[in-house]
């Protein structure tokens, strides 16, 4: 047949004429998903792409074009260990391959991360990917904010964590901590043998959502009576376990196509969950602030005992116009100067303080029992000064902030072998020079005591290695010793700035806001736990114990589910 002038006109002939429609249909589309592949690895690339670090550096080879060495590190039990390793090789600084052949520099030296912190939110800044991560996850709070922005909501929120405040939330801990021995001796008492077995992670869990809860603004979550709540669902939803790949990879691509993080995945609907439970909250608060203000009388568990309430952000009493409805702007009463917060900030601390205190909490209090159950004799020691000290009250202020020496020494110890933060990761802002303590063989061979790092190096301080550092502790650096805080070889680590010499709580203008919040509840939780019950591994002291990745890394018993950390635990007669 002939073909018509109109078809030779309108469909030009083809290139390759020996090509059926089909086969044509089929490359155009390989073409096109070539082309995206294309693209989207160039914008990936310019993405991590690093600028050279201007101190030249020696450091492993890389492993994985990929991952660079985030994979490995991360699966590791013990990350200190690896750079422990590394800066007896290359000295106390070097660089460490990352995603998509990026560069970071590792910095090992006490004084280089003295300079490192004090410089956080306007010299180094977070990178991109954790900001997006942290923006998704709490709001662009506290933990999101920078330089001059950090600074102002920071100055907002420091007066709800002086330690007058901590005092009166001491009894928050107390109640709580009464409220799971309820529980544990009636399921002791209930148990065909002497002991019961306790999955202690997840106990540790609810008691510290129940207390940041109550304590952070005046809600009760009632894990401890068996409640389920978003907030517990969305972190077992960032378990491994339960991480699919498809989630992983819009993860990982997330910061460069933020398109991605809209898409339905288990990470990002439970993650909408959670900001709309805490938006409810928000709304809670202010009604009861509504009430309290019609009824003319305070109602005990108002917001006004706890951090958020005593920042007045909720108080229809404040000044200025408050959170009256979430849109307007919120001022804090306390400070007297123009600290505005926006709405959208007072629900970004709410998450931050939710969970930067639940997790960091419940992670170092399953550590503390695991700890002092591979060392019975240790257990048997806290117990004996808790027995001597306290007796079989509740301590006191005073007691917990400076009458149980060998508590503060317990706790310090599992915090600097435990670090919940391993490692503080950040992009120079601009140029910059640290000076270092020791002198860096570089990798061209000269010596120098300065290391210049050029804006967009990221930089990384290894906060599980100089906790555990031998140089700094001494030979038994990794091992569980308490007794090291109350001796001499404590005065080794004095060159680390930062809270008792560890930085485990960070360093800087971003020190940990809650530390004290936290010392304390973890100190009258230990001290309730030890005083009452024993505690035994279920194999004996040499069950092992291995990383159960979640957002932050936790412990888990070899062979168990999930995360479980079982512990056979015995009730104890009061001497
Ligand atoms: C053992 C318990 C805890 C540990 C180990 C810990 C550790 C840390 C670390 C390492 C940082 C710095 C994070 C970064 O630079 O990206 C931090 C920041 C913070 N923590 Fe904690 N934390 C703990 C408990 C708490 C508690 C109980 C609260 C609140 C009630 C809290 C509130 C905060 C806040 C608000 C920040 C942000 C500070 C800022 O950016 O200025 N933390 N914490």
């Given at each position: 047949m002939l073909?018509?002038?109109l078809?030779?006109?309108?469909v030009?002939?083809?290139?390759?004429p020996?090509?059926?429609?089909?086969?044509?249909?089929?490359?155009?589309?390989?073409?096109?998903?070539?082309?995206?592949?294309?693209?989207?690895?160039?914008k990936?690339?310019?993405?991590?792409?690093?600028?050279k670090?201007?101190t030249?550096l020696?450091?492993?080879?890389?492993?994985s074009f990929?991952?660079?060495?985030?994979?490995y590190?991360?699966?590791?039990?013990d990350?200190?260990?690896?750079?422990?390793?590394w800066?007896?090789e290359?000295?106390?600084?070097?660089?460490?391959p990352?995603p998509?052949?990026?560069?970071?520099?590792?910095?090992c030296?006490?004084?280089?991360?003295t300079?490192?912190?004090?410089?956080?939110?306007?010299?180094?800044?977070?990178?991109?990917?954790?900001r997006?991560?942290i923006?998704?996850?709490f709001?662009?709070?506290?933990?999101?904010?920078?330089?001059?922005?950090?600074?102002?909501?920071?100055?907002?929120?420091?007066?709800?964590?002086?330690?007058a405040?901590?005092r009166?939330?001491?009894?928050?801990?107390?109640?709580?901590?009464?409220k799971?021995?309820?529980?544990w001796?009636?399921?002791?008492?209930?148990?065909?043998?002497?002991?019961?077995?306790?999955?202690?992670?997840?106990?540790?869990?609810?008691?510290s959502?129940?207390?940041i809860?109550?304590?952070?603004?005046?809600?009760?979550?009632?894990?401890?009576?068996?409640k389920?709540?978003?907030?517990l669902?969305?972190?077992?939803?960032f378990?491994?376990?339960?991480?699919?790949f498809?989630?992983r990879?819009?993860f990982?691509?997330?910061p460069?196509?933020?398109?991605?993080?809209?898409l339905?995945?288990?990470?990002?609907?439970?993650l909408r969950?959670?900001r709309?439970?805490?938006?409810?909250i928000?709304?809670?608060l202010?009604?009861?602030?509504?009430?309290?203000?019609?009824d003319?009388?305070?109602?005990?568990?108002t917001?006004?005992?706890?951090?958020?309430?005593?920042?007045g952000w909720f108080?229809?009493?404040?000044?200025?116009?408050?959170?009256?409805d979430?849109?307007?702007l919120?001022k804090?009463?306390?400070?007297g100067?123009?600290?505005?917060?926006?709405?959208?900030?007072?629900?970004?601390?709410?998450?931050t303080?939710?969970?930067?205190?639940y997790?960091?909490?419940?992670i170092?209090?399953t550590w503390?029992?695991?700890?002092?159950?591979r060392?019975v004799?240790?257990?048997?020691r806290?117990?004996?000064?808790?027995?001597?000290?306290?007796g079989?009250?509740?301590p006191?202020w005073?007691?917990?902030?400076?009458?149980?020496?060998y508590?503060d020494?317990v706790?310090?110890?599992v915090l600097?072998?435990h670090p919940?933060?391993?490692?503080?990761?950040?992009?120079?802002?601009?140029?910059d020079?640290?000076?270092?303590?020791?002198?860096?063989?570089?990798?061209?061979g000269r010596?120098?005591?300065?290391?210049?790092?050029?804006?967009?190096?990221?930089?990384?301080?290894?906060?599980?290695?100089?906790?555990?550092?031998?140089i700094?502790?001494?030979?038994?650096?990794?091992?569980?010793v308490?007794?090291?805080?109350?001796?001499?070889?404590?005065?080794?680590?004095?060159?680390?700035?930062?809270?008792?010499?560890i930085l485990?709580?960070?360093?800087?203008?971003?020190?940990?806001?809650?530390?004290?919040?936290?010392?304390?509840?973890?100190k009258i939780?230990?001290a309730?736990?030890?005083?009452?019950?024993?505690?035994?591994?279920p194999?004996?002291p040499?069950?092992?114990?291995?990383?159960h990745?979640s957002?932050?890394?936790?412990p888990?018993?070899k062979?168990?589910?999930?995360g479980?950390v079982?512990?056979?635990?015995?009730?104890?007669?009061?001497?």
């Amino acid at each position: 047949m002939l073909a018509s002038p109109l078809s030779a006109q309108v469909v030009p002939s083809s290139p390759f004429p020996h090509l059926t429609a089909a086969m044509e249909q089929r490359i155009l589309a390989y073409t096109g998903l070539a082309s995206l592949l294309f693209l989207s690895i160039y914008k990936v690339f310019s993405h991590w792409k690093t600028p050279k670090v201007a101190t030249p550096l020696k450091g492993p080879k890389n492993i994985s074009f990929i991952f660079g060495f985030y994979r490995y590190i991360q699966e590791q039990d013990d990350p200190g260990a690896v750079y422990e390793a590394w800066s007896k090789e290359y000295g106390p600084a070097f660089t460490v391959p990352g995603p998509f052949g990026t560069k970071r520099v590792v910095i090992c030296d006490p004084k280089a991360n003295t300079h490192f912190y004090s410089r956080e939110t306007y010299g180094y800044v977070q990178p991109k990917l954790a900001r997006v991560f942290i923006e998704n996850l709490f709001g662009r709070g506290l933990l999101w904010s920078e330089g001059d922005s950090h600074k102002r909501q920071r100055k907002a929120v420091t007066p709800a964590f002086s330690n007058a405040a901590i005092r009166r939330l001491a009894a928050v801990f107390h109640d709580s901590a009464h409220k799971m021995k309820i529980s544990w001796d009636a399921i002791i008492d209930s148990s065909k043998t002497e002991y019961a077995v306790f999955d202690v992670q997840k106990w540790m869990n609810h008691v510290s959502l129940d207390s940041i809860g109550i304590a952070g603004f005046g809600h009760d979550f009632a894990a401890l009576d068996g409640k389920n709540t978003p907030v517990l669902d969305v972190f077992d939803s960032f378990d491994d376990a339960n991480t699919d790949f498809f989630s992983r990879i819009i993860f990982f691509l997330g910061p460069v196509f933020p398109t991605l993080q809209n898409l339905p995945t288990r990470s990002n609907r439970m993650l909408r969950r959670l900001r709309e439970t805490m938006g409810k909250i928000a709304d809670e608060l202010l009604e009861r602030s509504r009430r309290v203000k019609m009824d003319g009388k305070e109602d005990s568990v108002t917001a006004d005992k706890s951090i958020i309430g005593l920042l007045g952000w909720f108080s229809l009493r404040a000044k200025f116009p408050v959170a009256v409805d979430l849109s307007s702007l919120v001022k804090s009463e306390n400070a007297g100067t123009q600290l505005h917060m926006s709405s959208e900030e007072v629900l970004a601390q709410m998450n931050t303080l939710l969970l930067a205190g639940y997790e960091t909490t419940s992670i170092s209090l399953t550590w503390a029992l695991i700890e002092l159950s591979r060392r019975v004799d240790k257990q048997e020691r806290l117990r004996h000064e808790l027995r001597s000290v306290v007796g079989g009250a509740e301590p006191s202020w005073e007691q917990i902030t400076a009458g149980l020496p060998y508590l503060d020494a317990v706790v310090h110890e599992v915090l600097r072998l435990h670090p919940p933060v391993g490692e503080t990761t950040r992009v120079a802002a601009e140029d910059d020079v640290i000076p270092f303590s020791a002198p860096i063989t570089t990798a061209d061979g000269r010596t120098t005591d300065k290391l210049l790092i050029a804006k967009g190096t990221i930089v990384s301080s290894p906060i599980a290695y100089l906790n555990t550092a031998e140089i700094l502790w001494g030979h038994d650096s990794s091992e569980f010793v308490p007794e090291r805080w109350l001796d001499e070889r404590f005065n080794r680590a004095k060159a680390i700035t930062g809270h008792r010499h560890i930085l485990t709580f960070s360093d800087g203008p971003r020190i940990c806001l809650g530390r004290t919040f936290a010392l304390v509840e973890f100190k009258i939780f230990l001290a309730t736990m030890i005083g009452q019950y024993r505690f035994e591994l279920p194999d004996g002291p040499a069950t092992p114990i291995v990383k159960h990745p979640s957002i932050l890394p936790r412990p888990k018993v070899k062979g168990c589910e999930g995360g479980q950390v079982l512990l056979k635990v015995w009730r104890l007669g009061v001497e």
